[in-house]
């Protein structure tokens, strides 16, 4: 009796300490604290002596950012290359236009000189892209570290979970859903769009082939339209030409974005989609009334919450010696 009523207590106690591993196994500010203090500020050093000589690269590292955390969580699958028996995300439609891969390589090099198996791809990833944004102009978001890397990288699963261009409302809201992302992390998300460029193909349905008959998206300004084709994407199969999304404003972090949403300028049928919602349509309204500083700071609460999507911490995945191979 009094065995059985020690054993019963004993369990209970290993169950509480499981599921306080379990609690303790999240992200925190300032993982790398004990075991690489200098970690964050050498990567923080890094991208403000760099990021300089190439601006755009930052509008490419919160992309990338992005396409990582819907794929299998942050867990920098993204980076891994394809092999002999497995063909690897970075491969699919989505990633063929990502950039950065290089930038992030050197600053894995970085770390790995300074504390070798300690810092993880994805955690670098979800930090250059806040500290490029931030070198560049843009809003800070806090980017709590301890994600480890994944050992999977799935095509398919690429080519299902990230949203494309042509996405409608129906369709963005659910695969931001599957994410644990809801409308309005949807229409914030979005919002760094403000920034950056795509290349012809990513939108010349619109304006070329829209259903089929060699029409033009209705939903797309005509007088836009004609400018693009005149000017940018003189042919319908262009695959190598880039147009700023936010015209006269892609290097700043600003709320030109959903103004361009409002006169039905937005670049893709998916940000267009935004204003086809009575919800999303109104926060976008909302939030171009509000200062900039309120854009800012939801936005950087969506960020947040993106960073924590499917994350591996404690003992889960592994540390990456090369964010390209897993470790063998
Ligand atoms: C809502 C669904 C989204 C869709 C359908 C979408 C789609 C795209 C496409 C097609 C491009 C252009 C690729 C090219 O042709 O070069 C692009 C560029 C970009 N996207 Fe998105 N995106 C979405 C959400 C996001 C999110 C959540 C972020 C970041 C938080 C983001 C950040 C960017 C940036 C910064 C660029 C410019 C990249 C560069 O200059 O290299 N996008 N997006
Ligand atoms: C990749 O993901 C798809 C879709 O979930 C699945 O059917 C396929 O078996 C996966 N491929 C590999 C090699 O695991
Ligand atoms: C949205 O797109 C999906 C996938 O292409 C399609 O099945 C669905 O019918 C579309 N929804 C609307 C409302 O057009
Ligand atoms: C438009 O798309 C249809 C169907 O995919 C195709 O048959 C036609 O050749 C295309 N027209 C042009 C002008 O590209
Ligand atoms: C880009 O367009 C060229 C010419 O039309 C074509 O040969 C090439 O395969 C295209 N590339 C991709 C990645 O679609
Ligand atoms: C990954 O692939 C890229 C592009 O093909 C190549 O340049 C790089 O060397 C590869 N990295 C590793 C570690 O194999
Ligand atoms: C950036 C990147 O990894 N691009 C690759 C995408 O996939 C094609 C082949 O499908 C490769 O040639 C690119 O190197």
């Known amino acids: 009796m009094k065995m059985g009523g020690s054993r019963y207590f004993g369990i209970i106690i290993l169950v509480l300490l499981g599921s306080i591993g379990s609690i303790q196994a999240q992200l925190e500010l300032g993982f790398y604290t004990k075991n690489c203090p200098r970690a964050e500020k050498i990567i923080e050093d890094f991208v403000h002596k760099h990021i300089h ?4 690269l930052a509008a490419a590292l919160i992309r990338m950012h992005f396409h990582d955390c819907f794929v299998r969580g942050c867990d920098a699958s993204v980076l891994l290359n394809t092999t002999s028996n497995n063909q690897a995300e970075k491969d699919a439609t989505p990633n063929l236009t990502l950039r950065g891969f290089d930038f992030v390589d050197r600053v894995k090099s970085l770390v790995e000189a300074e504390c070798p198996g300690i810092v993880s791809c994805a955690d670098i990833i979800a930090l250059v892209a806040r500290d490029s944004i931030v070198a560049t102009g843009g809003p800070f978001w806090k980017v709590p570290t301890g994600r480890r890397d994944g050992t999977i990288s799935n095509f398919t699963e690429a080519l299902n979970n990230i949203p494309p261009p042509f996405g409608n409302f129906t369709t963005l809201q659910t695969l931001f859903a599957n994410q644990g992302l809801d409308l309005n992390d949807l229409v914030l998300l979005s919002g760094a769009h403000t920034i950056g460029v795509s290349h012809c193909s990513s939108f010349s349905n619109r304006l070329y ?11 797309l300004d005509s007088k836009y339209a004609a400018n693009l084709k005149a000017n940018k994407c003189r042919n319908p199969n262009d695959n190598t030409t880039k147009v700023e999304m936010d015209p006269g404003s892609r290097k700043t972090f600003d709320l030109s974005y959903y103004s361009l949403l409002l006169k039905r300028r937005g670049l893709f049928e998916s940000d267009a989609a935004l204003t086809t919602n009575p919800t999303t349509k109104s926060f976008v309204t909302q939030l171009l009334q509000g200062p900039l500083q309120n854009f800012y700071d939801e936005f950087a609460k969506s960020m947040e919450k993106m960073g924590r999507v499917d994350v591996k ?12 191979v897993v470790n063998s």
């Open 53 to 56: 000589n190439a601006p755009s």
């Open 313 to 324: 911490t404690g003992s889960t995945g592994e540390i990456r010696k090369q964010c390209a």
């Open 209 to 219: 082939n829209f259903t089929g008959v060699g029409d033009q998206d209705p939903a």
